[in-house]
């Protein structure tokens, strides 16, 4: 998971995703959010999904 999250920044976005920028990714139906995060220990992925409803994308 890590590697195709970092792929996609590296890819659509072009910038570096161990660059310490946080990047929020959201799913197809709208009830999983993943924020990919790279500190100095290492990369971070946090996921959060709700059971009910979905998140509101800008």
């Keep these: ?3 195709a999250l970092a792929a996609k920044v590296q890819a659509a976005l072009e910038e570096n995703p161990l660059g310490g920028d946080v990047f929020i990714f959201r799913g197809r139906r709208g009830d999983l959010v993943k924020i ?3 500190t100095d220990d290492g990369l971070w992925l946090l996921a959060k999904r709700i059971s009910h409803g979905r998140f509101v994308w800008p």
């Design 1 to 3: 998971m890590f590697p």
């Design 36 to 38: 990919l995060w790279a």
